[in-house]
């Protein structure tokens, strides 16, 4: 089990050398000497090649006439493929969970930048990054700004106004395709935060287009001090919050521009009716002004019997025009 040819050749090396932690042998000898047994305790064992193994201790204490140990017997079962699939699930879970608290988030709120910093706290969560951050695309001045940032000190990375093609982000908003730089030592491009990323200590570098029905919606950007990884798993994990994150930032924009196209005919009706009822003093000069007082008093009426906005607004236009025959 751990990749000696004989008992000989183990009992040679130290019994705390074949534990990763020491203190996990002494947790063991001092459980055994209050206890005098031990049931299913885990423990992290070193093998002869290097390599790490989880077993499954099972151990009692054999005392002597006087009550003092002799020795320790009992057995030791490897468990590590089970506790690594026992991980994986967990690690499954726990992204499926995540991925629905950015269902939920992008739900429950057109804020963009909370929604946008769940997304990136849970990049970082999730896939043992040691910084995210997610920019914007403007399709009026085609360029980049960063809307939120995780794990990067303010000053490493110009925020506003990148260029496609400047840059990192630039680069991958350019290219629409993912970039997986492993080194960026290594990078020859003089780019403008390469410099403070690296004495930050950032060496891994991951950046994905943000696209949505077509059109390209920003980037989402992974940072790591040491190699990530590069298991499809992991990748695909990676692309999905991705999509997710595109789905977000089109839905927020698409809303953000019903509203303003909302405020905007609301506005241009209310203008048109104000016109209208100006026209209407014009004509009638023994009452100018007269259709303002009544909208006035109209209001404070409307007031009075505890009507709600929606309403007074009907009413106050009902009212501006009251007198829309005197035209004929």
């Keep these: 089990m751990l990749g000696y040819d004989s008992a000989d050749e183990l009992q040679k090396v130290s019994i705390d050398d074949l534990y990763v932690d020491p203190k996990e042998r002494r947790s063991y000898v001092n459980l055994l000497n209050n206890e005098n047994e031990i049931h299913s305790m885990e423990v992290r064992l070193k093998r002869k090649d290097g390599h790490q193994i989880i077993g499954l201790d099972n151990s009692k204490a054999v005392r002597d006439e006087k009550g003092t140990i002799s020795y320790f017997e009992g057995t030791l079962t490897d468990i590590t493929d089970s506790k690594q699939a026992e991980q994986k699930i967990q690690q499954q879970l726990n992204r499926i969970t995540a991925l629905r608290e950015i269902d939920q988030a992008i739900t429950s709120s057109f804020n963009l930048h909370l929604t946008m910093n769940r997304i990136i706290s849970k990049v970082v969560e999730q896939l043992g990054a040691d910084a995210s951050a997610i920019l914007i695309f403007d399709q009026n001045t085609y360029t980049l700004d960063y809307v939120v940032t995780h794990g990067l000190r303010d000053g490493t990375i110009h925020t506003t106004g990148i260029q496609l093609g400047q840059g990192l982000a630039g680069n991958v908003a350019l290219e629409r395709r993912i970039t997986h730089h492993s080194d960026l030592r290594k990078m020859t491009h003089n780019l403008p935060e390469l410099e403070a990323l690296i004495i930050d200590g950032f060496i891994d570098y991951y950046g994905i287009p943000l696209i949505s029905k077509g059109q390209l919606r920003g980037i989402l950007e992974v940072f790591h001090r040491s190699p990530l990884s590069s298991e499809r798993e992991w990748l695909e994990y990676l692309e999905t919050i991705a999509g997710q ?84």
């Design 245 to 328: 994150a595109a789905i977000a930032i089109d839905n927020i924009q698409m809303f953000d521009g019903l509203q303003r196209s909302n405020f905007e005919l609301a506005h241009a009706y209310d203008a048109t009716i104000e016109g209208w009822s100006r026209a209407l003093d014009l004509r009638d000069k023994e009452t100018e002004g007269h259709t303002q007082r009544v909208t006035g008093l109209t209001l404070e009426l409307a007031r009075v019997f505890g009507l709600g906005e929606k309403e007074l607004t009907d009413i106050r236009r009902g009212a501006l025009l009251h007198d829309i025959g005197k035209m004929g």
